[in-house]
């Protein structure tokens, strides 16, 4: 797999070809993660525009600005008193950029009175009209603090001017998140965050934040300070957006029916992506796509699918590749060792072009009979000498970040890596079931904006999402066949990936969908990292509050986010699936 997992060369080529050619000085980057690969870059300098916005500062290579533009003064809106509107801003005269839709409006929150005496603290809005938005949630200034006690909202839906019932919000989203004390949780910018909530489009709120009753003389918990409500507008969708049908429906794949909620449109195939790369790319769009390069071309809205045969024999093209390109290096070296000896008299040439062929082979992992590759600590069979089978599932189809039409912009400019793959923490998103599979990227982009821009996040947490008709999409940025580093598990983030799928599944369960394309997914996944979803994996935590920094504890491979933190994540009826999760994916692997 170094073939899937180490084609830095290639993918510098592609995102070199979109990017400017002089930095601005502005340009930051941050000390790497413990147990990184890569350092994230600290947020880009940012320059105040004549229409009273911070725009960030001009992009860098691949660069990504990672500081809010905010404007007091939303064109078409005249905000309230300490509103603030986090946009993307408008392009420079003359760009060529197109602009992103979505914006976030962030509202502080007031004291409400309480007829009571010695009721608990609480802080809300009245009813009150606001600019659109499709997704709420409430952060406040300290990342330390908890919120103990309880998030109520209702919003006026669009459409029909009809306010909603109170629905309540997850105040526990601590257990998300970078693990301790690494560069993206001292950004600076991090802040206390409830989960997001998907309400649909919506231009009324009303929000009540109410601290827990004291308990038994004991004074009643304080409401953590600076607490606002931020309302999240995802935008239309921009050009490149897949309408997703589910596996099974339009795509040709096999999967279950999900019934008729399909997205509507059938799935954006070779040609239309063929289309859409007539239009360029930004710096931003090349490099979150050029770490596909082996799988996908760049700029494509997804990832085709492929059977488990297709999937060894591409794993064996790439490969075969990467053997070819090394013995090209071995001839150079033979000739440059060669012509050295000839120029210096001295009988080193030969002898020096075989240590290099034999230090440089020993490197690089044989290609197996039935088409597969696979690290070479992995390849040695019994005494014997057999080669081990590969247990790799069939690759699914997966919806690119241009697929869902992610601002590039808005997260940070490198990719975080982490070194391995040995688990994988299946989560609920907490942001309620009211959405149809149409409005997945929607709620893709929301939840991104409120990851990056309210939560303070590098970029979106996860490392893949699945929705309700088991469309399966790519998370944060680096390369879905490698290992990035995410922030969806504190204190495991390091050696696993993070899997979301989109609803609540506290009491509700989950589609029979979403759990065939998780177990299809690590299928897949693990398997490049020659890992049995039904098997222990053995990490070390980073901290939280289950087990301690440094604390090495044996999990599922395929594990629940309560694995790893004391939390009600991912639901308990979705946790009562992975045991089906795990073992369709060891079937799917051939095991």
């Known amino acids: ?146 919120l103990h006690g309880s998030v109520q909202v209702r919003t006026r839906a669009t459409s029909t001017a009809t306010w909603s019932d109170w629905q309540e919000v997850d105040t526990h989203n601590d257990a998300h998140g970078a693990d301790p004390d690494t560069a993206e949780s001292r950004r600076g910018t991090v802040r206390g965050s409830t989960a997001p909530l998907w309400v649909g489009d919506s231009d009324g709120v009303e929000v009540r934040v109410r601290a827990e009753a004291s308990r038994s003389g004991t004074p009643a918990p304080a409401l953590p300070r ?41 799935s954006t195939g070779a040609d239309a992506d063929a289309d859409r790369g007539a239009t360029a790319l930004t710096a931003e769009e090349s490099a979150a796509s050029a770490v596909n390069a082996e799988l996908t071309t760049l700029g494509a809205s997804e990832i085709r699918e492929l059977t488990r045969a297709e999937t060894l024999a591409s794993l064996a093209d790439s490969e075969a590749t990467e053997a070819t390109g090394a013995t090209g290096a071995e001839e150079s070296a033979e000739e440059s060792a060669e012509e050295t000896a ?17 230090a440089f082979g020993e ?20 005494a014997s000498g057999t ?10 189809r997966i919806v690119t970040r241009k697929g869902w039409g992610a601002d590039e912009k808005l997260r940070e400019r490198d990719f975080v890596y982490t070194k391995s793959v040995q688990a994988a923490f299946v989560h609920h998103s907490a942001t309620g079931n009211n959405y149809t599979c149409a409005q997945a990227p929607s709620v893709l982009r929301s939840i991104y904006r409120y990851h990056v821009q309210s939560s303070g996040w590098r970029d979106f947490g996860y490392n893949f999402a699945v929705d309700k008709c088991g469309n399966i999409y790519e998370g944060r940025a680096g390369g879905v066949a490698k290992a990035v580093l995410g922030a969806h598990t504190m204190g495991f983030n390091t050696n696993s990936m993070g899997i979301a799928v989109l609803g609540s599944f506290g009491s509700s369960a989950p589609p029979a969908a979403a759990v065939s394309s998780v177990a299809k997914l690590t299928a897949w996944k693990l398997g490049l990292y020659s890992k049995d979803p039904r098997g222990k994996s053995t990490l070390v935590s980073g901290g939280g509050n289950k087990y301690k920094k440094g604390t090495k504890v044996k999990l599922n491979t395929i594990s629940g986010h309560r694995d ?16 089906t999760a795990r073992t369709s994916a060891a079937k799917l692997q051939g095991r």
């Open 1 to 146: 797999m170094r073939a899937l997992l180490a084609s830095a060369i290639g993918v510098a080529c592609s995102a070199a070809l979109a990017l400017p050619l002089s930095p601005p000085a502005s340009a930051a980057h941050a000390t790497p993660a413990p147990g990184t690969a890569s350092a994230p870059s600290a947020p880009s300098a940012t320059s105040t525009t004549s229409a009273g916005s911070t725009a960030p500062a001009g992009p860098t290579a691949a660069a990504v600005s990672t500081a809010p533009a905010v404007s007091t003064a939303p064109a078409g809106s005249a905000p309230r008193a300490g509103t603030t509107e986090r946009a993307r801003s408008a392009p420079r005269a003359g760009s060529a950029e197109p602009s992103v839709p979505g914006s976030t409006q962030s509202v502080p929150l007031e004291p409400l009175t309480s007829d009571r005496a010695g009721a608990p603290a609480t802080q809300g809005l009245l009813k009150r009209d606001v600019r659109p938005f499709s997704l709420v949630g409430v952060v406040w200034d300290d990342p330390a603090a908890e």
């Open 226 to 266: 600076g607490l606002r409500i931020e309302l999240v507008d995802p935008g239309a969708d921009p050009a490149g957006v897949v309408s997703s049908p589910a596996p099974g429906k339009g795509t040709g794949a096999p999967g279950a029916d999900t019934g008729p909620d399909t997205g509507g449109v059938a």
């Open 342 to 358: 000839e120029e210096s008299d001295e009988e080193i040439g030969e002898e020096t072009a075989e240590e290099t062929v034999e």
């Open 363 to 382: 490197q690089i992992a044989g290609i197996l009979s039935d088409g597969i590759t696979v690290a070479a600590a992995d390849m040695a069979g019994p």
């Open 387 to 396: 080669r081990a089978k590969p247990y790799i599932g069939p690759r699914p």
């Open 564 to 579: 790893g933190f004391t939390t009600e994540c991912p639901g308990a009826k979705l946790y009562g699936k992975l045991g």
